[in-house]
Structure formats: structure tokens, C-alpha cells
């Protein structure tokens, strides 16, 4: 059973109600709820298998060896599923995406999904789906929500341990078809990963106290927005949430800032597109690209101008996307 190479598939998730700060760091514990859609499109594929030979974790990405740091957080949740099913044998793991790593499209979210659903697969699935939604979010925050399709949410839960800090899908993608063209404005790896910049945030921000609190009001009107299939209140509530995590960003000292001038660009297209009658709204995350959530009737006029915004060198369109699965 050990040995059997096992792949799995993630898309990734984009957030409404955005997760930036954490309880515990040493738990990963999110500070924030957050609410999200999962994106086909997008993908992560990742193969896992526990091997005899080996003596220690391999891990590849795009068919090189990992950076440490990248393999070192692998390990660490490797490690979780050697002690909840009681094997000592390391890994190799093989994971690609289909699209840019580390440039705010999401990809840790999508490969720790696709990584804890492989593992889990490798050794005969011990664990189950509430299981691989802590493990997943304790290897990054955003990743538990990418195990589900269509509308998940990521609890910041109470207790200390973090039992009540998981992921669970709100709604399937049916419930409200919407879907979301990205602006890419560049492929360039970012400065400050997302972990660094919420420590670093909750450090120096003075708006950080506010930003905290906000999120249990936030994340219920989303929930209310969704449910009643309301695009102007989900849009008011999602362009809210995702300035308030920038203006956050901005305050701290020294000052982060992930835009470039295209992504400025976009958020005043956004607008003008919103004011001449199409349904969208904008979310952006740890980065310079854009993602347009809009109805799917508006879809090809929105990306059609959103391609012809300066900066702008290619678009991705998708709609939600099914949550995390065995493949193979
Ligand atoms: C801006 O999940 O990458 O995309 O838990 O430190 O791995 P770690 O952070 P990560 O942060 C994502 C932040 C965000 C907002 C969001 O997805 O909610």
C-alpha cells in the first residue's frame, strides 16, 4: 500500500473575504475568516509516493528539485501523515502547475490541496475530508478551501489546538455559476511571500486591530450576498475586503505594496465597465494581477477589455472549478 504512486489534482481559489494575518503562527492559524471561489482552468497536478529507499522527502517541482524552503514545508506535512498513520516512510512528490508559481495566482493554496489528497490516497486514505482540510490549512491557510469546488470557506475557528479552524464547501458551483477572468501584469516571482508580509503586517500596521475585527461582519454579508445570488452586494462587500487587506498592506512600515501600475489601471476599467452596466468586480491578492469576477453573460466583453488595458499581457478565463481529487 506504501509504495503506490498516487496523483491528485487542485485548482486554485481566490478569495472574497481574504484571509491576511494569523493567530498562531506555529499552528497556522488564520486571524480572519475568509470565503472563496475555486477556479477551473488552473491546475496543480501532484503525484505522491512512499517509498522504501529512501531517506528523506523528494520533492520536485516542474520536473527540478524544490527550493528548500518549499521543500521543507512539504516535509512538514508529509511528517503529519506519517504520524497519523503510523509510517516511517519518506515521499517523493511531483508537482507541476499549469500556470505561473508564487506570482499571486494562488499556487499554494492549489498544491497543498492537490499534496495532502495524494498523500492521504498514497497510504490508503486513512484520513478524512475534515482531517485533509487542517492538514492542508496548517500548510498554508488558503489551501483547505482549495479542497472544495465552488464556494468554500475557511472558519478562523476559536479554540486554541485549532480543531474549529478548517475549510468546508458553502455551495456547489451550480448554486451560482459566476465566473472570473484574470489579468496577468507580470509573471515575476513576488518580493514577500504572503506568510512573511501578514507577519510583518500584524507587526506594523496601525490598521491591523480594525482589519481583524471587520472579518466576522464581512464574511456574513458575503455569505448573505451569495446565498440571495446578490452581484452588486457581493461586489460591494468583495472590492471592500480586498482594499481594506491592501490599505493594511500599505500602512504597515516599511510599506508593502503589491501593484504595479497596470493593476491600478485595471481597478479603474473595473469600475468604468461596472458604471456602464456590466455585472464585475475585482479581487486582487499578494500580487500585481487582477482577477474580474463577473456574470457569465458578461464574461467575453470583460475580458475582451481587459486585454486591452497598458500592462495587461494575457488574460485566463475560467469558471468555478470542482474541488480537489484523485486522479490516478
Ligand atoms: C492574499 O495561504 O499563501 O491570497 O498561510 O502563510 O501559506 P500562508 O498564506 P497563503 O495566503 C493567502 C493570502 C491571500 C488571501 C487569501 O487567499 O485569502
Same mark, same amino acid.
Given at each position: ?17 481574504? =484571509?491576511?494575518?494569523? @493567530? ?19 491546475? *496543480? ?26 521543500? %521543507? @514545508? ?29 506570482? &499571486? ?24 475530508? @475534515? ?12 489551501? &483547505?478551501?482549495?479542497?472544495?469546488? &465552488?464556494?468554500?470557506? !475557511? ?13 468546508? !464547501? ?46 466576522? *461582519? ?31 498592506? %500599505? ?6 505594496? =503589491? ?27 499578494? &500580487? ?16 475582451? !477589455? ?8 494575457? *488574460?485566463? @478565463?475560467? !469558471? ?9
Amino acid at each position: 500500500m506504501h509504495n503506490k504512486p498516487t496523483s491528485a489534482i487542485a485548482h486554485p481559489n481566490i478569495a472574497l473575504i481574504k =484571509y491576511w494575518g494569523k @493567530r498562531n503562527k506555529a499552528l497556522n492559524l488564520p486571524a480572519t475568516h475568509s470565503l472563496s471561489i475555486t477556479l477551473n482552468t488552473l491546475v *496543480t497536478t501532484t503525484s505522491v509516493s512512499f517509498l522504501e529507499d529512501l531517506s528523506a522527502d523528494q520533492v520536485n517541482v516542474e520536473h527540478q528539485p524544490a527550493d528548500v524552503n518549499f521543500s %521543507q @514545508r512539504v516535509s512538514t506535512c508529509l511528517s503529519q501523515f506519517r504520524t497519523l498513520s503510523n509510517t516511517r516512510l519518506f515521499a517523493k512528490v511531483d508537482t507541476s502547475n499549469n500556470f505561473p508559481t508564487a506570482a &499571486g495566482l494562488a499556487s499554494s493554496a492549489s498544491g497543498f490541496a492537490a499534496l495532502v489528497t495524494a498523500a492521504n490516497a498514497a497510504l490508503g486514505s486513512p484520513l478524512d475530508t @475534515r482531517m485533509l482540510a487542517l492538514l492542508a490549512r496548517q500548510a498554508s491557510g488558503s489551501a &483547505g478551501r482549495s479542497l472544495f469546488g &465552488g464556494y468554500a470557506i !475557511q472558519h478562523r475557528g476559536e479554540t486554541n489546538n485549532g480543531s474549529d479552524s478548517f475549510a468546508e !464547501q458553502l455551495w456547489p458551483a451550480k448554486h451560482w455559476p459566476l465566473e472570473v477572468v484574470i489579468a496577468i501584469t507580470s509573471t515575476a516571482k513576488k518580493r514577500i511571500g504572503s506568510s512573511a508580509g501578514m507577519l510583518h503586517c500584524a507587526k506594523t500596521s496601525p490598521y491591523w486591530g480594525n482589519w481583524v475585527e471587520q472579518s466576522d *461582519t464581512d464574511i456574513s454579508s458575503a455569505k448573505a450576498a451569495i446565498e440571495a445570488r446578490d452581484f452588486a452586494a457581493l461586489a460591494d462587500i468583495s472590492e471592500a475586503s480586498c482594499l481594506a487587506m491592501h490599505a493594511v498592506m %500599505q500602512a504597515s512600515r516599511p510599506w508593502l505594496l =503589491y501593484w504595479n501600475a497596470a493593476t491600478v489601471e485595471l481597478i479603474h476599467a473595473v469600475r468604468s465597465m461596472r458604471g456602464a452596466g456590466l455585472a464585475v468586480f475585482f479581487t486582487i491578492d499578494a &500580487g500585481p494581477q487582477l482577477k474580474a469576477v463577473c456574470l457569465p453573460e458578461d464574461a467575453a466583453a470583460v475580458e475582451a !477589455q481587459l486585454t486591452s488595458v497598458a500592462g495587461v499581457k494575457r *488574460t485566463i @478565463r475560467c !469558471q468555478l472549478g470542482t474541488g480537489a481529487r484523485v486522479t490516478s
